[in-house]
């Protein structure tokens, strides 16, 4: 499919900018990857020279670039007109909505809402509850009594243990497990003991659930995520933890058990936490923190171990000066000691 620059500026609702006389292009791509029959996109004004060094035949850019070496569309917000002009290019593949599929395995107690899809090689099992528009990819497990709500969407091979419950319009990302045993153990009559796994995962509304990320279940109570909560791909949340809403965890953050987290929090990735503590809202954790402590609303931490963002800059300035301040005390040493043999000398002449 190609479309005229003109056209491309109308859809967004741009400026076009240089001369695109008998210019089309057939696709969108980053500036590294562009070729002679594509737009690509320049985000910031001070990566605009950028662009020199793209094939591409013209770009999206931000409003006020002004002329460049190619045709331009100028725009308010370069990433949405990026998006709306990829939908055009690519389009999405049609999903067709395919009810139970025969293939399927869904136990006859498990009650299944209307439009529901559950595609071949699913799993559902018994007195399972699946709300309308639910769709269940194939190899997907869904096992005993777990609750998914309306238009909430499980990709291939996730695993639901018993009694999980997912809110509404809900993402749970392929491989996710969310329910499996949490780790924890008491030594008995020389041996490691599973502690009780009682408990279950509740997930809110509104929550993505990244590929590869896993949740524990509680001990007794529900490991509990909060309405509107992202998780990224390979995050691991402990039994017991509860987080609050709207969080943004990033990949490979670890969260230890009967840890708590209020509203708005971020962690970065590789953060680690450990257990029993509370990160209040707003926190922010910088990546590849280690916290250990309890941090309070709106502050940003980072180090290991975590500690006020202001305190670590402080720190990471000074280990930077350190060759040069080894090198200024070396010298001052030096001196001392040239000083000392100098004024040691008359007096050992006296003697």
Not at 30 to 51: F, S
Not at 182 to 207: C, H, M, P, T, W
Request: net charge negative; charged share 20%; glycine share 12%.
């Amino acid at each position: 499919m190609a479309i005229t620059l003109a056209t491309v500026a109308d859809r967004v609702g741009g400026t076009l900018v240089g001369n695109a006389a008998g210019i089309s292009i057939s696709d969108a791509r980053t500036l590294e990857t562009a070729g002679p029959a594509d737009l690509t996109l320049v985000d910031h004004a001070d990566k605009l020279h950028l662009l020199a060094r793209s094939g591409a035949a013209a770009a999206i850019v931000p409003l006020g670039s002004g002329p460049l070496d190619r045709p331009t569309i100028e725009v308010a917000d370069v990433h949405a007109a990026f998006a709306d002009l990829i939908t055009i290019l690519r389009p999405a593949r049609p999903r067709i909505r395919l009810g139970v599929s025969p293939q399927a395995a869904v136990d006859s107690t498990a009650r299944i809402g209307a439009d529901v899809d559950i595609h071949p090689f699913a799993s559902v099992g018994p007195e399972v509850e699946i709300g309308p528009g639910a769709t269940i990819h194939s190899g997907a497990r869904i096992l005993a009594g777990c609750r998914i709500g309306a238009g909430s969407e499980v990709f291939p091979n996730a695993v639901l243990y018993e009694n999980t419950r997912i809110g509404d319009r809900c993402i749970i990302h392929a491989n996710a497990v969310l329910g499996a045993y949490g780790f924890g153990y008491k030594v008995a009559a020389g041996r490691y003991l599973l502690s009780a796994q009682l408990g279950n995962v509740e997930i809110g509304d509104d929550v993505e659930i990244g590929a590869g990320t896993t949740i524990d279940r509680g001990t007794y109570g529900p490991t509990a995520i909060g309405d509107g909560t992202k998780l990224d791909n390979l995050v691991m949340i402990a039994h017991n933890c509860r987080l609050g809403r709207h969080n943004m965890i990033c990949s490979q953050v670890g969260v230890a058990g009967s840890t708590t987290t209020g509203d708005w929090v971020v962690m970065a990735g590789q953060v680690g936490v450990r257990d029993h503590v509370h990160i209040g809202d707003r926190a922010v954790l910088g990546a590849r923190s280690g916290v250990s402590n309890d941090v309070e609303a709106g502050k940003t931490v980072l180090g290991e171990p975590a500690i006020d963002l202001r305190d670590r800059k402080l720190q990471l300035a000074t280990i930077s000066k350190l060759p040069e301040m080894r090198k200024e005390i070396k010298q001052i040493v030096a001196r001392i000691e040239t000083l000392e043999r100098q004024s040691d000398g008359p007096a050992a002449e006296a003697a």
